[in-house]
């Protein structure tokens, strides 16, 4: 409805919604609340580059990324950084799964990121160098519960998703900047 694709599992297979929407070229936002009654799979294969940070509140979910050993996504706020690449995503059954997720091709990168930071801060030729740093804040969670509620909602505005994206790139990039100078700090015996 109004630009919102709203899916549903089949009735044997789950019960919830998941809800989405593209508000722009290359910019994919997503939520869901939905209980899978047995094991699922979904497999995907991505052939661009794309960051994706997302928060998992709650769920029994798996990522096989490229044939690799399966990884356990725990609940929090994680950063995905495809170079392309294809995988599976399993889902475990009886364990509701909440989420809420910003996908970012990397030509919405180049067009609508990169010049709102300086090369210090936000230097697009190294997002997939990024380090697995530990993104869960309660400023990063406000965010994506913002994002929920207002899919949820039915809200489809470009440029409420866009400034929204902007103001996640701005702390997530913030804080990535911060545990770089702590681990800096560590390596070098405290001395900086």
Not at 56 to 82: D, F, M
Not at 94 to 114: G, H, M
Not at 146 to 154: E, F, P, S, V
């Amino acid at each position: 409805h109004n630009g919102i694709c709203t899916l549903q599992p089949q009735n044997r297979q789950g019960y919830g919604n998941i809800y989405q929407v593209q508000p722009t070229d290359g910019l994919f936002l997503s939520t869901g609340s939905w209980i899978p009654y047995a094991s699922m799979e979904r497999k995907y294969e991505i052939n661009q580059k794309l960051v994706k940070i997302y928060y998992l509140e709650s769920g029994g979910v798996t990522l096989i990324q490229n044939g690799r050993k399966a990884q356990p996504i725990t609940e929090g706020i994680h950063l995905y950084l495809n170079k392309p690449s294809q995988g599976r995503v399993l889902y475990q059954p009886n364990i509701p799964i909440s989420y809420a997720s910003v996908l970012l091709f990397e030509d919405y990168i180049e067009k609508n990121l990169q010049d709102r930071f300086t090369p210090d801060d936000f230097d697009y030729a190294e997002v997939y160098d990024w380090k697995a740093f530990d993104y869960n804040t309660p400023e990063i969670g406000t965010l994506f519960l913002q994002i929920r509620d207002k899919l949820i909602a039915g809200e489809t505005s470009r440029l409420y998703y866009e400034s929204k994206v902007g103001e996640l790139t701005r702390v997530s990039v913030r804080r990535l900047i911060e545990q770089e100078a702590v681990f800096v700090f560590h390596v070098h015996g405290g001395v900086l």
